[in-house]
């Protein structure tokens, strides 16, 4: 049985490891740094063994050994935003958690193709890899996906239609900025550019941008968390069964859209090494503008992790 380890058992971690046992395809294996909680956690779920029919296991631990020969680490590990916490704030916290994280997991699993979850993300992604010294297949973000399924609905929504058909794609960093790719959205292969006006285009548009601070603002404490998890379990799937699938992931780019050194939202490819390659694709004037915006705001955010990493160093 493969093995999957999530670090972070809150509501994104431990949602994503029930929707793993639930694809019956790996062990899952809850750490967090609170001591009961991944224990506590993973036996809810075991529980519901008998009526959910799991022949996979899920356990907490607050050792991180227990992860040992993980095919894949998930990292939600961190703090969410709270009252009065600016962004440089949860940047430099969570910075350092997940920094600390990965240690961990470059002594216990070497081999493991890690997929990053913590915000800010694709600047947390860059921590991971650095502390790490995994090859950039190994380490990737998981943002694309969710991006994408927001818009995947939404478009649904407004055309009426089986969400089933319709395909999209987010790329870019996981911020305001990050860039919904409207020529690349389709419905049974119909571009939606054919099925919707452009300002209702814009509106689905915007509302994919501002659907995480939607919700945020719904719960007010904590944020989303259920299709977070489902986006992980569907990158982990595409992972753990090798089955390759172009899925929107946070890359690191060597030159890829003329972008170097900086991760950031592509289509790639997703097998058992994990990001295999990444998909190039021929984009317009405005829509590489879009990405290298975005791509110049996630080079910001790293130089300024940097900065206060050297300030404290
Ligand atoms: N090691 C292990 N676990 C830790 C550590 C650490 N050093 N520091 C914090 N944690 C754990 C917390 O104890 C908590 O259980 O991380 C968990 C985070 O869970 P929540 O607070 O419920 O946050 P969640 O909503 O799951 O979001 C986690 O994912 O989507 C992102 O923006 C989100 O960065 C956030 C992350």
Redesign the pocket.
């Known amino acids: 049985m493969k093995k999957v380890s999530i670090?972070?058992?809150?509501?994104?971690?431990?949602?994503a490891g029930l929707y793993l046992l639930e694809k019956k395809i790996a062990d899952v294996v809850l750490?967090?740094?609170?001591e009961g909680?991944p224990q506590g956690k993973a036996m809810d779920i075991s529980h519901a063994a008998p009526l959910r029919n799991y022949l996979n296991t899920i356990t907490g631990s607050n050792d991180y050994a227990a992860i040992s020969g993980s095919d894949v680490v998930v990292i939600?590990?961190?703090?969410?935003?709270k009252p009065g916490m600016s962004r440089a704030d949860?940047l430099t916290t969570?910075a350092r958690?997940?920094g600390?994280?990965a240690e961990q997991v470059k002594a216990y699993a070497p081999d493991a193709v890690v997929i990053v979850?913590?915000?800010p993300?694709d600047v947390?992604c860059h921590v991971v890899r650095e502390t790490t010294g995994f090859p950039r297949e190994r380490v990737i973000g998981m943002a694309g996906v969710l991006d994408s399924t927001r818009f995947r609905l939404f478009i649904a929504e407004e055309l009426g239609v089986h969400l089933r058909d319709v395909v999209a794609l987010v790329m870019g960093g996981h911020g305001d900025d990050m860039v919904p790719l409207p020529r690349y959205t389709s419905v049974s292969g119909i571009s939606i550019t054919e099925l919707l006006s452009q300002n209702t285009i814009e509106r689905l548009v915007a509302r994919t941008r501002t659907g995480g601070g939607e919700i945020v603002g719904l719960l007010k404490e904590?944020?989303?968390?259920y299709a977070?998890a489902s986006s992980i379990a569907e990158m982990a799937e595409a992972i753990l069964l090798n089955i390759k699938r172009i899925l929107p992931v946070s890359a690191y780019l060597e030159g890829e859209y003329g972008l170097k050194g900086v991760y950031v939202g592509v289509p790639a490819i997703l097998g058992e090494n994990g990001m295999e390659r990444v998909v190039e694709l021929a984009l317009t004037y405005d829509e590489r503008n879009a990405l290298h915006t975005s791509a110049g705001s996630v080079t910001k955010s790293i130089a300024q992790w940097e900065a206060a990493k050297g300030a404290a160093a």
């Not at 750490?31 to 609170?34: F, G, L, R």
């Not at 904590?222 to 968390?225: E, N």
């Open positions: 670090i972070g058992a809150g509501h994104v971690g431990a949602t750490i967090d740094i609170v909680l939600t590990a961190g703090l969410p935003r949860l969570n958690i997940v600390g994280v979850v913590t915000n993300l947390i904590g944020s989303a968390f977070p």
